[in-house]
């Protein structure tokens, strides 16, 4: 039985944290195929069922307590495994309490609003842990590598120029002060995965009948912005990883390591969070011990009840 300690969550978590206010080169302080010096063990996904058993009971407990919520944001570049990640890190957490939200490219509907407004529109509700499969951080990473795609947003002349993403960083920071502030916490992760990995990965999408729906051409043409894309990330990193909502940059060329490095990172999150099932009242157990007698009054305890349903139904069939 593997034993995970709240401290070795908390200290793998720590390693991929990118501080507030730090300068981050992606190449040098997040190599894509870390792996905290550990190999790939054998029971790797006994680590990681641990870890979703983990998830699962404190995702119980946030949804009973219904007083806050969870937001986690998953950025990453084209087959770094986003997809895989929350299929499964979040496979035993009950669909009831967990919603995701994958962005594509925005509707005439969504241009036709504030950058922010579709992702408002489904942010979580109290209770609920909300993951947004690539989001509003899109505003300042494909956009900015493609400004030509500003043009569809039709903004005021006047709020274009060279301070428009300055701007968006104290934008998005300022929402997401907003949010924690109102009880949403945010996770926001970041999967780092390098360019030879994701040559193989996008090969077997295309060598594999059963991964064929996963090409995309334009992504192999996204290939050829990769240094732009990084430094995009390394100046919205530098802005926007905040006190109140940092970024965790997870290494994904190994699958893996990156699952349990994530179910790490949320796992400590909910641990700060500490949600607590809600307390009843010295009235209100009282009166559940009087109803308690009423329906063991009924039907007997609840082994008794078992036992006598088991018994009634071997005798049915003993007269049949």
Request: aromatic content about 10%; proline content about 5%; overall charge neutral.
């Amino acid at each position: 039985m593997v034993d995970i300690k709240k401290a070795d969550v908390q200290k793998l978590a720590e390693r991929y944290l990118v501080k507030p206010g730090k300068d981050v080169d992606l190449t040098r302080d997040f190599p894509t195929d870390d792996s905290a010096g550990y190999e790939k063990p054998d029971n790797a996904g006994e680590i990681l069922q641990v870890g979703v058993d983990f998830l699962a009971g404190m995702q119980e407990r946030l949804y009973a307590e219904n007083r806050r919520g969870l937001l986690i944001i998953l950025q990453a570049l084209d087959a770094a495994g986003k997809d895989s990640t929350i299929a499964h890190v979040m496979s035993g957490v009950n669909p009831q309490g967990c919603e995701v939200t994958s962005s594509k490219a925005p509707s005439a509907e969504e241009l036709s609003h504030d950058y922010l407004w579709r992702c408002v529109r489904n942010l979580p509700r109290r209770g609920m842990i909300g993951i947004f499969n690539r989001s509003y951080y899109e505003e300042v990473l494909v956009v900015r590598v493609h400004p030509s795609f500003l043009t569809a947003q039709r903004l005021p002349p006047q709020t274009l120029g060279k301070g428009l993403w300055k701007q968006r960083f104290e934008e998005i920071n300022n929402f997401e002060k907003y949010l924690v502030g109102n009880g949403f916490e945010i996770v926001k992760i970041f999967l780092t995965v390098g360019k030879v990995e994701q040559c193989g990965r996008q090969l077997e999408r295309i060598d594999k009948p059963d991964k064929n729906w996963k090409f995309n051409a334009g992504d192999l043409d996204e290939r050829n912005y990769w240094n732009d894309y990084l430094k995009a990330y390394e100046d919205l990193f530098r802005h926007t990883s905040t006190p109140w909502a940092p970024w965790y940059v997870l290494p994904a060329d190994k699958k893996w390591f990156t699952r349990i490095a994530a179910a790490a990172v949320i796992a400590n999150k909910l641990i700060e969070m500490d949600p607590q099932y809600p307390t009843v009242s010295a009235e209100d157990r009282e009166s559940m011990a009087t109803l308690r007698e009423r329906l063991v009054n009924e039907c007997g305890e609840p082994g008794e009840a078992a036992a006598t349903k088991k018994k009634n139904k071997k005798s049915k069939h003993k007269k049949d």
